[in-house]
Nanobody, 125 residues
């Protein structure tokens, strides 16, 4: 089993920044991806960003490119999402997840095996 605990959400004004963290514990692994998804009320869950644990390559959805940065602390089994230039449209519950997908970057929810509980991000205008 894998446990994922997110932190760092909150309320911020448009144009501000937040940094989300996701600490993984439990089963150890080295060949996997960690990703961030978000879901706003009334909307479907949306892929935000992912990082390949081995090597650190990254992938982003178009709407956050240039504003969000995903990174990881290999030693602490923690992934981060630095969010800058936040917009009201970024308001959502953000969840991290672990994928053992092989091949291309996993960008769909069912390609992820474990999920955190989520953290609320609210951007006011």
């Amino acid at each position: 089993q894998v446990q994922l605990v997110e932190s760092g959400g909150g309320l911020v004004q448009a144009g501000g920044s937040l940094r989300l963290s996701c600490a993984a514990s439990g089963r150890t692994f080295s060949s996997h991806y960690m990703g961030w998804f978000r879901q706003a009320p009334g909307n479907e869950r949306e892929f935000v960003a992912a990082i390949k644990w081995s090597g650190g390559s990254t992938y982003y959805t178009d709407s956050v490119k240039g504003r969000f940065t995903i990174s990881r602390d290999y030693a602490k089994n923690t992934v981060f999402l630095q969010m800058n230039s936040l917009k009201p449209a970024d308001t959502a519950v953000y969840s991290c997840a672990v994928s053992f997908w092989v091949g291309r970057f996993p960008i769909v929810g069912h390609e992820y095996a474990y999920w955190g509980q989520g953290t609320q991000v609210t951007v006011s205008s």
